[in-house]
């Protein structure tokens, strides 16, 4: 279970943080100001499919792509949400549509990627 929870965990960490270089770094440059820390960036990928292994693997036994894809999407949809409002003091609504869409569809194919891979490891 051990062995399950990191690999899983740091492939997530690495397809999550290449996910966000590409569309922050990449392709909606615009969204970030260049000041970010790139440490912090991978420590915040690290625990977060960490969350993912942990869960797929001790509380619901998600082992295929598909279903942690569907997982994905509906804890990411809230979590995305709940940063949102967290972190933002005014609203806007293309800005927020795009970090709900982006946001969401990153962590579902986090999500996916670490349930594929536990269920690829004995």
């Known amino acids: 279970m051990t062995k399950k929870i990191l690999i899983s965990g740091l ?3 690495i397809v999550y943080f290449f996910l966000g270089w590409l569309v922050y ?3 909606l440059t615009e969204s970030t100001t260049g000041e970010e820390s790139m440490l912090f960036i991978f420590l915040g990928c690290l625990f977060f499919s960490f969350i993912f292994s942990y869960v797929f ?3 619901t036994a998600i082992s ?3 279903e942690g894809f569907s997982a994905g999407l509906v804890i990411g949809l ?3 949400l709940s940063w949102y409002f967290f972190m933002n003091m005014e609203f806007d609504l293309n800005e927020f549509l795009q970090e709900v869409v982006i946001g969401t569809l990153m962590t579902a ?3 996916g990627v670490v349930a ?3 269920g690829k490891i004995d």
Do not use: P
Request: positive net charge.
């Open 57 to 59: 693997v001790s509380l």
């Open 64 to 66: 295929h792509f598909k």
């Open 25 to 27: 770094g990449i392709i």
């Open 116 to 118: 594929f891979v536990n």
């Open 11 to 13: 492939v997530g960490t």
């Open 109 to 111: 194919i986090v999500a």
């Open 78 to 80: 809230f979590y995305v």
